[in-house]
């Protein structure tokens, strides 16, 4: 699947991978302050402008691959968080010839008890009828998801008009779940060995102690950073030190 991408700058090449619900845009802030690179965003299947479709890691990672490859671009570093950190280690680790370095973002190689089905379902709940206002489709998220932030980063994905939309695909990212919370070794994987950074959350509870190990297994030439004051969205919280260590480490 060829994916939607946004394209900044000119360079070597930097491919940027959002998370579950977000989008490409999502990270025009990193996008546009990564100077000297040609900072490729991609929207995952079922997000954004890409087309929808079954989801699991080994398909996402050849999502970007035949992208990639499209674009005429053979080797890229890979910036993924969380769904796009995934990803972007089963292409690591399947296709090391393909990823010149490597940023995962406050994510690990293990499986997540944690899942969404709430907030899926409370998306698919809202009746898309003409006329349909914002604040009556926050409001009737409220009643699901409590923090405001959270709602309104969903309601990114709700597209207003005669025809109100979601441009994301909630079936088949419903129907996924189970194959996105769980980390499995992708099949006839090496290590990657190639520079890789973890960049994680100081108030984040994703990434754990216990995660050391598979990560030293999986990617033994990984750095490990935290960004102080930050939750599960670093970049949002805290995109200022968050483009200061990827500046860092891809040599920007």
Not at 128 to 140: F, I, S
Not at 176 to 190: A, I
Not at 191 to 201: E, I, K, S, V
Request: charged share 15%; aromatic share 6%.
């Amino acid at each position: 699947m060829i994916l939607n991408s946004i394209v900044n700058g000119e360079g070597a090449p930097v491919v940027l991978l959002h998370g579950l619900f977000g989008a490409a845009r999502n990270l025009g802030v990193i996008a546009r302050s990564l100077s000297g690179a040609r900072v490729i965003s991609l929207d995952l299947r079922n997000h954004g402008d890409s087309p929808h479709g079954a989801m699991d890691f080994g398909t996402m990672a050849a999502d970007v691959a035949e992208t990639m490859q499209s674009l005429g671009v053979p080797q890229a570093s890979l910036v993924g968080h969380s769904l796009g950190g995934k990803t972007a280690m089963t292409l690591a680790l399947t296709r090391p010839q393909m990823v010149e370095r490597l940023v995962v973002m406050d994510i690990a190689p293990v499986s997540y008890s944690h899942d969404y089905d709430a907030y899926v379902a409370a998306m698919q709940a809202i009746e898309l009828r003409p006329g349909l206002a914002r604040h009556e489709a926050d409001a009737a998220l409220a009643q699901v998801v409590e923090e405001p932030p959270m709602r309104a980063f969903l309601l990114n994905n709700l597209v207003l008009g005669a025809e109100p939309r979601w441009r994301i695909g909630l079936e088949e990212i419903a129907a996924s779940m189970p194959n996105l919370l769980r980390w499995d070794d992708p099949p006839g994987m090496q290590p990657y060995t190639g520079p890789t950074l973890f960049l994680r959350g100081g108030d984040s509870h994703y990434v754990q102690p216990a995660a050391d190990a598979p990560i030293a297994r999986l990617f033994p030439n990984a750095e490990r950073e935290t960004v102080a004051g930050a939750c599960h969205w670093l970049h949002a919280e805290k995109p200022q030190e968050v483009i200061a260590s990827l500046k860092g480490f891809l040599h920007l």
